[in-house]
Every structure is written in structure tokens, then in C-alpha cells.
């Protein structure tokens, strides 16, 4: 199938994937945009999980402070080779974690950073609110209940899995998995610090 140029350079801007990928999703999809970006998503995301083991042993200490100097961020974004430090992509990613981190405020990084107890406390909480609000409603379902009001803690709280704040249509896990899949090295959010003003 001819894939048209422009075609392919609406695709790429999309995605931000490479010309040749977009062409080859492109014709995959036979013309269908929106396959060829699900195409392009799943390719990054196998890419991302090849690329997880591989050693980091660069990267980025990046910051933001606030224009009135009463905010800052700190982040740590690991890669593997100097050369991907530098690059054009990983810099906006860096740039824009801070920015994120200043404006979300995530409590940790990801779930793993959560403690028990803290799983617990907020599982229990949230139990008890459900068995009130809930009450005469089958088990299953206060049970079901409790597990997407856990899952929305950890979209909440945790900064891997917070919605992206310049596309909330994905986490900033999903948005560092497609800079893998670009880059072609693996990237790491390794840690960061928030801190404000008398807090």
C-alpha cells in the first residue's frame, strides 16, 4: 500500500516515532491512523520491556523552581549512555517531569515506594467507607468497589501512575515506556523531591 508523505509526517508528529516505523505502521494499518498509532504503542512498549534489564548507569539530575522561588523540583532520570543524557527528547521529558511533579504533587514514585502500612491504612478506610455507603449491596460488590477506589490512591499518590499532565490520556509510565520505544535505550524516573515553602 502507498502511504503519502503527509500522511506519514501527521503520523510521526503523533507520535514522535521514527519516519520508517510510521510509514511501516501506516501500511500495517492500511491508512487506519489510529491503528497505526495502537501499532506504534504496542512496538514501544515491547521494545520497553526488552530494554528494562539493561543497566543505567547515566542520566539527568533535573530542576525546576518556581518563578517566586517558594517551589522547587528535583528529579533523577537514568539512561544508559551519555549521548541519550543529551538528547533532544529525554531533555523535554526531564523538563516536563519537573513541571509535572510541581503542579501533581506525587506523594511517591511508584507503588513499590508505597509502604504496607500505608497500603493498608487507605485499604481500610476505604473498606469501611464502602461497607457505609454501600450498605445492602453484595460483598463482590463493596469488595470491587474498594479495588478501583485503590486503584484511583495510586493514580492519586503515585507519580508513575498519575496521569500525564500534558496528555491525561496516559501515565507518565506510559509516557517514559513510548520514550524508550523511541530512544531505543532504557530510561529510568529513578527519584525526586518536591519541596515547598513551609511545608
Known sequence: MDIPADRVMALRKRSGAPMMDCKKALA?????EGKALEI????GLQSADQKASREVK???IFHYIHHDSKLGVLAEVACETDFVGRNEMFQAFG??????????RPRFLNRDAVSEADIEKERVFLTEQA???????????IDKAVEGRMKK???EHCLMDQPWVKDDKKTVEQVRVDLVGHIGENIQVRRFVRMQLGE
Do not use: T, Y
Open 28 to 32: 500495517e494499518a492500511e491508512g487506519d
Open 40 to 43: 506504534l504503542r504496542k512496538k
Open 58 to 60: 547515566e542520566g539527568v
Open 95 to 104: 523538563r516536563d517531569l519537573c513541571l509535572h511533579i510541581a503542579a501533581m
Open 131 to 141: 461497607a457505609e455507603q454501600m450498605a445492602g449491596r453484595p460483598q463482590d460488590v
Open 153 to 155: 490512591f495510586f493514580s
